[in-house]
């Protein structure tokens, strides 16, 4: 019996042994290996892993400006406008709500704008987190840490300038995952945004440095401020029109950028010999996709007159008052297609581009006049098209140009205006020979159109020659709204509520954080 | 070793075989041997019938005769005779040295052993809330996913085949409601004892039985992944005799039972006219609906050859389906080779097990896409141009008319798929009480899938992109080991089963893909990567967009302790209580950790004195059960953890260097929101049971009442952003509540000889309901779900809180204005435009996921012939046919074609063949309640009819699936998805077909 329990005992001990013998030898820590993945903690150790972090926000600003930003930047103007044309491109209704400010908190667009500005945001706040604590000395990196986590304070500063513009009241996050941020009035962005750039403007670089090209520069880090000063009524209540002179004067006589001597040449394929632009956000057909504008607006009849492979989706189209800012001397006007379409073929030999739709047998004909904003039977050649930014011959859907964020020609028209605005509203000679700078390139040397008198600019002729300039550049709805027009009626859409100057903050992104508080009227 | 001795065995008549049983080790006495012959209900001799002396592992298995033999201590000891598809009979020898016995099928009698999970139990003696299917009550005809097999069959788990009969599309399954808001928590798999297996591994006819736990205390010992309950599959084994070959074969094909009614060319025409549109007319009439389906013939075939002699048994088995979708691609091969054997060893006291199986699938994907756009097609478009190619009008509709058919034959998708389960049991008997088991299993999945557009395609014209491969490979290798003791013990009245154990499991998963353009042959499909044009090709302005590499690897492990305790008194006070720590590597580094228990209790009220002299009772037991179970298995890896990598969405160079010295360098940076808190997502359940049996066992069933609450909802939440990055952060939020009750009723109507007639209900009700949404990890006041292509930001649904699960959310409908446009309620109750519409008029506008599902199953036998016939219904929910809002619209008429439903056809000379189409509104496309409908069915889902031949052994039958149904839902059919994602109660745009399905079927054993 007292065998038979030994005997009991040790087998149960082997038993157990055994068992847990399998469970040690199985047993292992239960931390993540990784094997495609890198976590942060093993990141940013070399000059490349560095360099390469800080890049990835400047390359996420592609996905960001076009077409998104720009769309919600144009299609709310009178300057552009999605048609639907022989039934074809109503989309939901979506252009039809932007065209007539009727769209709703959950329009896709001003969701997806949302994001992709919240998201640049949280982009420039991780590399910011990342870097400031490392002791990068030893790296040899090609510019300095201090100048990396300024230029990306300027570039968080952007993508807040769009969101004080689009959305005006949004919280201000400057780490990453901090949960239940609260909405912050206008004036208090406007004011982070301020404080941020003159923080960091003088750890900079210029314009020439190794790496310059379509990152923030002093230069380019005045022309934002300037921006925000013209808009510092709108945006926080109070005007400073001096603090926008003293940036425009600042990128003036910087001495790095003169005027080029066409009205085009900031727009070409090759813009990147530009000397008017000051910052840009650099395309590629095939490194840095997204830039589609010639396929947005060109007719997909075009095709064949630009040797396109794809074919166009002529989209967009402007509204017949914005065109008819156009004299016919204007150089400018050359930036819309319009009238009977041909092109010149392999051989030299002029051919006609033929029409479809219910232009279908006929040569396309592009008219000024759009006659239904939803056009179920007809509207093919209805509306102007703008080619402004250089179509090349056999483009892709993507193009090469670089867009461009602020040009020289801009900073003379904010000087101008702040000067005309400090001044009463009328013109100073000083204002008109600025404006008239830019303006007389576009005109026939002798061209009595050429140049304004403190008489003929008027405030409400700055605005129409800022259309003209400006057209496409993403500018129009906040000279609209500077200017106390953005409510009017025009084509097609009638007045519209002052709260439509804001969009409402998406109802998704409500959802997600109830603390949010909505724009007035939404 | 002294044991208790009863000796006042003064109960009832009824109770002494079953005290006899518990008495256990009596004293040992001289040893002396039984023997007897084993028969069948018919009287035939059985072979292959295990015979155990109880309490030990000493065994004995019948003869081809059906004779056995056993060695025993004492004549005061009990005989197990167990034999699968029998019911099992405890026998005490009572002194007698023969002993005869005759099997009875098993009809579900009290004495049905059921899987637990790690080991089996009595039926009689279970206390949590288990089902069982045997496989003689699985639905026949064609099964491509194994769960189809227990549809309508068990209360509480809904089995849905949103996808109809698409060979490749596997079922919707939710036991007790919706188990996560996920959705993706699946029931845990258990083949065969091997945790975490795919159903996909095995054939359908090597299936013997089907178990599932459902409440919480059986649940609990699976521990992780048990929120959804646990499906423990038992597949065949061999039988002691000469080698049994059976084989089953089937053909079959499907038939479309309901479609869209879309306008015909001459309606088409007339709506063209009436809205002043250009109706592209170019003469045909063509139905694109039916241009892309075909008659199809699926057919299978399972041979199995088992046996065993001696102490080693075995099965084997190959099996073959060849099923063909309805569309024109849409087909499976699946090809499955099985091998098991046991066998016993060391004076029978090692007890080893092997088994090896292997399937096959190739499959070829349908095009949803392709059903979809049949309905956008213009019926005036030919399918082909005179020459033969296909038509296409690329300049109509910005390119949105694309032919159906030509994107359906000219793609091809298609998948390979390994699946490899293999699995060694050692256990070993130290006494007659104590064992040790280990097993281990590698289960092996390889996917490799091929994709290819034939350059024909007028889009691979267009773009220039020219015909477009890619190749890609998917591997996934599973790792089990486990390792148990068990302790098996009678004291006197108490029974006491004992076991602890250890299990280890490690998924790892790895693949590559790469794909290239521009081939200038359509033969090599997608075998020769290397032959298209565009890898190389730099040239500025050629697309390059089909060019790409990757590669991946991820890994999770699970680690758990375990064990059990099973013990009742005198079979009439029953406990079982189970423990299981577990802890997983996908979880945040702090808590990883979580302890799972389960305690179950029940009373026999039957075996108690004042019950037992009620005369129609034949037994009666009440349960109750409280557990705790886990789920992280719809996290993926890594997901606590801040990584670092390329923009994850499209290929993000960034420019860095001067004009004319360009620099394009790919930024990196955080490719995920991390969340270091994860943590489990637990359900706690009260279940409360009655099984009953009465009148001789004529009418049996079940009752149960369950209340499970799931707390720290793992889910794929919508971020706050800012200060996120993405949109996405898995977190835990929250907590869902599911409270129902179960009824299974089985009723032996008719027991003759040539006559029987049982018929079975299963019912379920569940209420769901989303306690709350929000924690420490995510803040929201609810998460929209279900983009039904309106775009992001106008889902359907929604996950609330004090709202069911997937609840319709959105605008009320209240009219429209005179001119066609929508009208809806605002929160004031005001009908106003849509542009009037802000958030805070939005409105819950019902459940999606049905209150109640029931299921009827009469089984029938007369003679030679023998019928199933089941009925099944669900009740109490909401269906969103997101077809009609994009084909019910005349703003999109031009890129899409309409429902005949969109209109009202008015009486009007000018339209003498058709009448005049007047819209019922005009309203862009927009969700609203207008759209909602009530999706209530039942169908007549399995009808099947067999005949036994007068030879032995052979049968014929004939099975209809989803024969016919009733409903007032306007769409093809109201079963649709019941789990949140990705939208339960939703038919998509693009789709595929409903059919009814017949097939004829023989099984012949030999």
Known sequence: ?522 | MKKFNLKNLTLSRFLVPLLLLLAGHVAQAQGTSVRGTITDDKGDALPGVTVVLRGTAQGSISDAEGRYTLEVPSTQETLIFSYVGYARQEIAINNRSVIDVQMLTDDKTLNEVVVIGYGTQKRETVTGSIATVKSEDFIQGIIADPMTLITGKVAGLAVTRPNGSDPNATTDFSLRGAVSREGSAQPLIVIDGVPGGDLRTIAPQDIESIDVLKDGSAAAIYGSRATGGVVLVTTKRGRQGPARVAYTGYVSTDQITRRYDVLNAEQYRAVARSINREANDMGSETDWFNQLTRTPVSHGHNLAVSGGSGKTDYYAAVNLQNYQGMDLVGARRFVNGTFRLNTKALSDKLDFSIMLTNSFDNKTFADYYGFGQALNMNPTFPVTNPDGTYFEAPQIAQGSQWNPVANTRYNTNNSKEKRMLGTANLSYAFTGDLSARVSYSYAFQDFLSGSYTDNRLLYMQQSGINGQASRSQNSTTNNVLEGMLDYQKQLGSHNLNLLVGYSYQNIFNEGFGAGNNNFNTNAFLYYNLGAGAALNNLTPGFRRDGVYVNSFGNERTLLAYFGRLIYDYKEKYLLNVSFRREGASVLGADNKWGNFVGVSGGWILSNEAFINDVGFINNLKLRAGYGITGNQNSLSPYQSLATVGPFPWKQMYSFYGSPGDPNWILGYGPTINPNPSLTWETKNELNLGLDFSLFKSRISGSLDYYDRRINNLIGNYTAQLPPNIYDYIFANAGQMRNSGLELLLEARIVSQDKFRWNATFVGAQNVNKIVTVSSEQFFGAAQPITDIGLGWGQEVQRLAEGQPVGVFYGKKFAGVTDNGNWLFYNSEGQAVTSDQIGDDDYQYLGNSIPRFNLGLTNTIAIGRFDASILVRSALGFNVLNSKNIFHDNVNSFGATNLLVSAFDWVQDPNYPNTGRPEPKHRGEPTFSDYYLEKGDYMKLDNVTVGYTLPFKNLRVYATALNLAILTNYSGMDPELGINPFPGAGVEFRNYYPRTRTFTVGVSANF
């Open chain 1, 1 to 522: 019996m007292k065998k038979n329990m030994h005997t009991f005992y040790r087998k149960m001990a082997l038993a157990l042994l055994l068992v847990s013998t399998l469970g040690i030898n199985a047993c292992q820590e239960l931390d993540e290996n990784v094997y495609s993945e890198i976590t942060t903690a093993n990141f940013y150790e070399t000059k490349d892993q560095v360099m390469a972090a800080y890049l990835l926000p400047y390359g996420y600003m592609q996905e960001v400006v076009y077409d998104i930003h720009w769309s919600l930047a144009t299609f709310p103007t009178d300057e552009a406008v999605a048609t639907v044309k022989n039934g074809q491109g109503y989309e939901n209704g979506r252009w039809i709500q932007f065209h007539q400010h009727t769209w709703t908190t959950s329009l896709d667009f001003i969701l997806w704008e949302w994001f992709n500005v919240m998201r640049g945001i949280g982009f420039c706040n991780q590399f910011i987190a990342e870097i400031e604590s490392r002791d990068l000395s030893a790296m040899d990196l090609p510019l300095s840490k201090e100048q990396m986590l300024a230029e990306m304070k300027l570039l968080r500063a952007q993508f807040y300038y769009f969101a004080i513009d689009m959305f005006g009241n949004v919280p201000i996050v400057t780490t990453v995952g901090e949960a239940n941020p609260t909405t912050r009035p206008r004036a208090e962005v406007f004011a982070f945004i301020e404080s941020e750039i003159l923080a960091n403007i003088n750890l900079l670089g210029e314009k020439g440095d190794h790496g310059w090209y379509g990152h923030f520069t002093k230069t380019a880090a005045h022309a934002l401020l300037a921006r925000l000063y013209i808009n510092a009524e709108v945006f926080a209540g109070t005007p400073r029109w001096d603090d926008a002179i003293a940036s425009c004067d600042y990128i003036i006589n910087s001495g790095h950028y003169t005027l080029d001597a066409t009205w085009d040449a900031p727009f070409k394929v090759r813009n990147e010999n530009s000397q008017e632009n000051i910052l840009v956000v650099p395309y590629d057909y095939n490194y840095a996709t997204g830039f589609n504008m010639g396929m947005q607006n060109l007719p997909g009849a075009m095709r064949d007159a630009y040797g396109i492979p794809g074919w166009p989706w002529g989209k967009t189209v402007t509204q017949e008052s914005f065109f008819r800012l156009f004299k016919e001397n204007d150089l400018r006007i050359n930036q819309w297609l319009v009238g009977p379409q041909s092109y010149l073929d392999a051989s030299g030999n002029q051919q006609p581009v033929w029409g479809w739709w219910d232009q279908d047998g006929e040569q396309l004909v592009i008219r000024p006049q759009i006659a239904l904003l939803n056009n179920p039977n007809g509207g093919y050649g209805d509306g102007v098209r703008n080619i402004k930014y250089e179509i090349e011959r056999g483009m892709q859907d993507n193009m090469s140009n670089d867009f461009v964020m602020y040009r020289l020609s801009e900073i003379l028209f904010l000087k101008a205006e702040a000067l005309m605005r400090k001044n009463g509203g009328t013109a100073t000679q000083e204002a008109v020979t600025l404006i008239n700078q830019v303006r007389r390139r576009a005109f026939a040397p002798g061209d009595p159109d050429a140049t304004y008198t403190t008489a003929t600019l008027t405030l409400n002729e700055l605005l129409n020659e800022r259309g003209r300039e400006f057209a496409y550049e993403m500018k129009r709805r906040e000279d609209l709204i500077r200017f106390g027009k953005f409510g009017e009626p025009w084509w097609e859409k009638p007045a519209s509520a002052k709260t439509r100057e804001l969009y409402p903050i998406p109802m998704q992104i409500r959802v997600a954080n109830p603390l949010l508080e909505q724009n007035p009227g939404y």
